[in-house]
């Protein structure tokens, strides 16, 4: 399960638990490209509360939608203490004109910090 919040008009946020899959992945897609239809860029905020499982298929959906929308995200931030997500991040930030940066699970409170930090956004 996972559960959605907003802190700021340009901020998505998603607390996630429980497996994620295919059809998980494309429930956060919709909620992040309903933001994407309000805001020219956006920013993220993914953590994971314990998540049990990652399918391949969720995994692959997510880099895609990521790829196809780096242009509409101003910055990512992934909270996780598991150290491969930690160097997925890494990897996408090497690749992708989006500022991703991960924190781990103690230290949310500067990730939030950073997402929330002023940047230029613009009303469609």
Do not use: P
Not at 1 to 7: I, K, N
Not at 37 to 46: G, M, P, R, S
């Amino acid at each position: 399960m996972s559960s959605s919040f907003t802190f700021a008009d340009h901020i998505v946020g998603f607390i996630i638990s429980d497996d994620i899959d295919v059809k998980a992945i494309e429930k956060l897609h919709i909620v992040i490209l309903d933001k994407m239809n309000e805001f020219i860029k956006v920013n993220l905020y993914l953590e994971d509360d314990n998540i049990e499982k990652f399918s391949f298929g969720a995994i692959l959906k997510g880099i895609k939608f990521h790829t196809e929308h780096h242009g509409e995200f101003s910055k990512v931030v992934l909270v996780t203490d598991r150290k491969w997500l930690q160097m997925c991040s890494k990897l996408e930030n090497i690749f992708l004109s989006t500022t991703i940066k991960s924190f781990k699970t103690e230290d949310r409170l500067e990730a939030m910090s950073w997402i929330a930090e002023e940047d230029k956004q613009v009303y469609l």
